[in-house]
């Protein structure tokens, strides 16, 4: 699986759009683009995930580049309860194991 | 909460020590991971399940560890001869077949003494 590189952290004042960049630059084309979060003493939570085209749920929206080289979480309006480790994965198809790397530290401060 | 559990919550042994942890799934999830966290570091993979068939196992996964899924439904992870770099949180995920999105459960932490 690829590998990605993610800023090691980032402060969002509350009520702002935080941006989460992540480079995977040797994603191959069946490779999925993953990112999960895991708040303080809790166990890891699926964010969103996408191939090709952007994607929204309730949670955030992914941007991924047209060469797929990189791509960017979006939290509408950061809130307190958003702090936390956020993971951005690649992979091959969409399930098995999960590469986690050091991800990004993300304070929402008020 | 996720819906997948495990227990124990904190486990604290001695070094030489033998442990088993126990994971519940999400009860229809047909695919049952288990992964390692140390302080500051991402989760690392160790199994995973599709329901009982063991499918792959890390390099990371020694001879001490074993885990079972006897019936497809609940994990057990056991380690034997702790040893102190054993010492970290122990995940448990579970997910569809059909949707891997993981719910992961609250972790079981072992300190190894």
């Known amino acids: 699986d690829a590998k990605t590189t993610q800023p090691t952290s980032m402060d969002c004042a509350e009520g702002r759009a935080a941006n989460l960049p992540c480079n995977h630059s040797t994603i191959s084309g069946n490779e999925y683009v993953y990112w999960y979060r895991q708040i303080h003493s809790q166990g890891p939570q699926y964010i969103i995930h996408g191939l090709k085209n952007n994607e929204t749920n309730e949670m955030a929206s992914l941007i991924i580049t047209e060469d797929r080289k990189s791509s960017t979480l979006i939290l509408p309006h950061a809130t307190l309860r958003d702090t936390a480790v956020y993971y951005c994965?690649?992979?091959?198809?969409?399930?098995?194991?999960?590469?986690f790397g050091a991800g990004t530290q993300v304070v929402v401060t008020p | 909460d996720t819906g997948v559990s495990q227990d124990p919550r904190h486990k604290i042994t001695k070094r030489g020590q033998n442990v088993t942890f126990r994971c519940d799934p999400i009860?229809?999830?047909?695919?049952l991971y288990w992964y390692r966290q140390t302080l500051g570091q991402g989760p690392e993979f160790l199994t995973y399940f599709q329901n009982e068939a063991q499918l792959e196992k890390s390099r990371l996964l020694s001879d001490r560890f074993s885990a079972e899924r006897p019936k497809g439904s609940f994990s057990t992870l056991e380690i034997q001869r702790t040893e102190q770099g054993d010492s970290a949180m122990y995940l448990c995920a579970s997910s569809l077949r059909t949707r891997d999105e993981q719910f992961f459960g609250p972790g079981t932490r072992l300190t190894v003494l």
């Open positions: 009860s229809e999830h047909n695919r």
């Open positions: 994965i690649v992979r091959v198809g969409s399930w098995g194991k999960l590469q």
